[in-house]
Every structure is written in structure tokens, then in C-alpha cells.
């Protein structure tokens, strides 16, 4: 039986099994498996391509976003409206085949976006294109599922799990809190899917056994969101209103057809990415208050030194602060040393 066939027999006893305590145990050593037999088949057709699946972009800027969406949203309107890119537009669907770069100059800081092609349910399975409204309450839910089938997580944090491989001794769990969406026995049965025998677990968090599947996995990408509903030049405000109720969920109103809020969009995403601008002195001269180095905010002294040139830390002795980050204007502080 290859790779196909049992991920089939698998996704069918899934779906003929009803979800409760008496199965849950079978149940989640099912997923287990399943994710398995999944990453296997990647690996293979990614062997038979020749090369990783996917876009190529060089990476530019400060930091990177990326437009996600349904075909025929405005991604690309959007993405000339905020940056120098010249995206194809038309009326018409899948105008973007390819992802379009752009850069966003906001707050001394250069954002780097990304226009990915529209997806649809079902692409992370390889299903063809299809239409979609522009106004749907059900499409981040449709977004968040496509994106977690391919291993990213929109808006989570990694599992707080750390797994120790051992040489000997089999499976031990330490939870620091009370497990009670999965037993500490099917975390031993879940690690033996992934051939690990022998190791100790430390769990600090109530987890699922998909949760512990991804830090198996070592693969899973977690990222922030901000939705943006686009077109809101098309309907009044109380339809604007009517559909935040039925969303649930909070989101920026926009036209890039009209640059309606664009500004405010701009400096949400500016702030989403939580970056802060440090102002260089030189040993003996000024300030340079004109063009801040930006960083991630917790970035430490050494990942600033590696930013203005690598060779520098190999000479480094001490550096001097000022801000909120140190107790006194002028503290000299170390390599470790990160900024908050």
C-alpha cells in the first residue's frame, strides 16, 4: 500500500469515528499518523520537482508582509497603493499568477510586501481556482484553514513543549499543568509514531495532540494577521457594521480603488509588526535622528551589531544606551543586552 492509499484509509476511519472520551485516544494517534504519512508525501513530490515547492522572492526591507486572500479581493490595487509595485490589475479573476514585491515607507522603516495569488478552499490540497465574493463573512475562516493545512499558524504561539531525546529509559512526561485534552499515555503512544522511544517531555501548557504533533514536526510557521476588508467603497456603513457582527472578529475598512483609511491601515501594520527605531551615535559626533536603524522590539545589542556589520562583534567591548530600555541615559551594556 504506498503513501496515497494510507493517508485515504486513515482520513476515512477519521471520518467514521465519532469524537469522545472512549476514542479520543484512537483518534488522536490517527492525526498523528496522518500528519506523518502527509509530510512523507511532500517530501517525495518535492524530490520528483527537484526542488521545494513554492516562490522565490528575495527578501528586502526592515521586515516582510504578506496579502493574503480570496481571487478578485484588490490585493493588488492594495499592494500599489501602499507601495512603489505596479501589480497587474484588471476586472477579471486571477489577474496575480506570480507574487508581486513592493516596498512600504512608513516611519523611517522600509516594509517589504508580498501580493500572493488569490487562494481558494481547497488549493492547499491542490484543487483548481474558483470565484469568490469580495464580502464574505466565512473567508478567514476559509484563509486560516488553507494556510494551517500547509503548516502555518495565524495568530498562535508555539506549543510551550520541549522533548529531550535520551538514549535510554523510554518516554517520561512532566506536565506543569493539569493535561486535559490529551492523556500523558497518548503523548508517549504519539512520540512512538514519530520513532521516539526514548526521551524525556517537559509540557508547561494544556495541549492538544495536534499541538504536540507540530513541535514532532519542527515545521509549522506562526504569524500574526490583520484582516482588511477592501471594496468598502461599494456599501454603506451599516452594511460595514452588519457584517463586523456576523465576522466576529475585528478588521480594518478600506478602498484601495478610493485610498479610503489607507493611512490608518499603513500605521496598523506598522504597528503589528512591533518594531522600534534605534538611533545610531557615532564614538565622537552626533546623533543620526534622519534614518533610525529598525529593528524588532527585544532585539539584542548583538543582533544590532550583526545588522551594521558583522565583523563588528568580534571587536566589540561595550555599548552605550539611551532610553526606556536602560536605567540611566548612557548605561553600557553588553551583547546580550536586548531592547523592550
Known amino acids: 500500500m504506498g503513501i496515497p492509499e494510507k493517508i485515504k484509509k486513515i482520513e476515512d476511519d477519521l471520518h467514521r469515528t465519532q469524537v469522545n472520551k472512549k476514542t479520543e485516544h484512537h483518534v488522536g494517534l490517527l492525526k498523528a499518523k496522518l500528519a506523518r504519512l502527509k ?31 480570496l481571487p478578485s479581493v484588490g490585493k493588488s490595487t492594495l499592494l500599489n497603493r501602499l507601495t512603489n509595485a505596479k501589480s497587474k490589475v484588471g476586472a477579471y479573476q486571477f489577474t496575480t499568477l506570480e507574487v508581486v514585491p513592493g516596498v512600504m515607507d512608513i516611519n523611517g522603516a522600509r516594509i517589504q510586501l508580498l501580493d500572493l495569488p488569490g487562494i481558494i478552499e481547497g488549493a492547499s490540497s491542490g484543487r483548481g481556482l474558483g470565484k469568490r465574493d469580495v464580502f464574505q463573512p466565512e473567508a478567514r475562516g476559509i484563509l486560516r484553514r488553507e494556510l494551517s493545512a500547509i503548516g502555518i499558524r495565524v495568530d498562535e504561539e508555539p506549543p510551550n513543549v520541549t522533548i529531550e531525546v535520551t538514549d535510554s529509559g ?15 499515555e497518548l503523548v508517549k503512544d504519539i512520540l512512538r509514531v514519530y520513532d521516539v522511544n526514548n526521551a524525556r517531555v517537559f509540557v ?3 495541549i492538544t495532540d495536534e499541538q504536540l504533533v507540530d513541535v514532532l514536526l519542527g515545521n509549522r510557521v506562526y504569524i500574526p494577521s490583520l484582516m482588511v476588508m477592501n471594496k468598502v467603497d461599494l456599501v454603506n456603513a451599516g452594511f ?7 465576522m466576529n472578529h475585528d478588521f480594518i475598512p478600506v478602498s484601495a480603488e478610493t485610498s479610503v483609511n489607507l493611512t490608518a491601515l499603513k500605521e496598523e501594520l506598522y504597528n503589528k509588526l512591533d518594531l522600534i527605531r534605534i538611533y ?7 546623533t543620526d535622528f534622519k534614518e533610525p536603524m529598525i529593528v524588532r522590539n527585544g532585539s539584542s545589542v548583538l543582533e544590532v551589531c550583526d545588522k551594521v556589520h558583522r565583523r563588528i562583534k568580534d571587536e566589540f567591548r561595550y555599548a552605550q544606551i539611551w532610553g526606556k530600555s536602560v536605567k540611566f541615559g548612557g548605561q553600557k551594556v553588553g551583547l546580550k543586552m536586548s531592547s523592550r
Open 240 to 246: 460595514i457594521n452588519e457584517l463586523s457582527t456576523k
Open 170 to 184: 523510554g518516554v517520561a512526561v512532566a506536565a506543569n499543568v493539569k493535561l486535559t485534552k490529551m492523556s500523558e
Open 204 to 206: 508547561r501548557e494544556d
Open 39 to 69: 509530510r512523507e508525501q511532500e517530501q517525495q513530490q518535492s524530490k520528483r520537482a527537484g526542488s521545494s515547492l513554492g516562490f522565490d522572492i528575495k527578501k528586502s526591507g526592515d521586515a516582510t508582509i504578506v496579502l493574503i486572500g
Open 280 to 286: 545610531m551615535r557615532r564614538r565622537s559626533g552626533d
